[in-house]
């Protein structure tokens, strides 16, 4: 499964909305995602890939293409 | 004349135990000869700064890292201490989070998640933690002032904290015939990095809650202090009980002044 699927397939299920479609710009707040749902999925996604989300760099994402670019960039900096 | 240290030979481990009050806990406890174990949420090299702190003190210091909302991740921390140390002395009971809604906003996924990290972890790893107090040990829990105040939107993490302190109780009577002392501090406001965010501006009045009337406000290592002393042999006939530490802030209407002030 592609990191893309993953990401999708971890906040898709966080969010509790298993049959929604999202695009490159759909944002966290468009998923009405609250705290602990974005908490929930970091954590997630640090245990799914082993790696270490900066809270900071996240300030700059603005959506889940963003998002799902940043994710990718993470794991393959982990090699 | 160097102080004797006075947790020399001690296997300690301090859950959320990288920062803030936390870290200042293992600090404490490394300064006092003890040898820690530091559990940790998401941050590896926030952990790791803290382990080489605790080293430059002397101790020897390890990392795990374990979502204490999960009852496998805790299993998993304790199978590792069991591996590598067989066995443990001090427990601390430190890691938290919340979810930050009036009674009423409150939601079960935010309940649960508070309640789980809060309440139930301190059970499961005080099992756990039991069974490797071969020679008996010291268990001390760390809550707040919401545990019996009422803050604006702490409802979740305040009714957590009382659970945490029934527990304290319950716990010191059922482990007490194996030489095991628990307790729990109720902290305060304490004074951290991110309440620093909050009084920055030097312009801006001093909110009531940032004094005592002992004139400052509780530090991280305040409470380091009092936990380091309930992981003593002086403090064994202390059980079960809950020390409030917040400069008396709790016994005097929030107006009121400080005698600095």
Known sequence: ?79 | MASEKILRGKIALITGGSRGIGRAITLKLAAEGADVIINYFRKTSTAELTAQEARDRGASAHIIKANLAEPEKIEGMFHEIEAKFGRLDIFINNAASGVARSALELDSRGWDWTMDINARAFLLCAQRAARLMKDGGKMVAISSLGSRLVLPIYTAVGVSKAALEALTRYLAIELAPQGICVNAVAAGAVETEALKMYTADPNLPKPAWQTTPAGRMVKPEDIADLVAFLCTDQADMIRGQTIVIDGGVSLTPLSSPSPKD
Do not use: C, H
């Open chain 1, 1 to 79: 499964m592609s990191v893309e699927e993953t990401v999708k397939k971890i906040v898709t299920r966080i969010v509790r909305k298993p049959d929604i479609n999202f695009s490159p710009t759909t944002t966290f707040q468009d998923l009405e995602a609250d705290s602990l749902d974005i908490v929930q999925i970091l954590v997630a996604l640090e245990d799914t890939y082993d790696i270490e989300i900066q809270d900071e760099e996240l300030q700059k994402v603005t959506n889940m293409g963003e998002f799902i670019a940043y994710i990718e960039r993470k794991v393959a900096e982990k090699g």
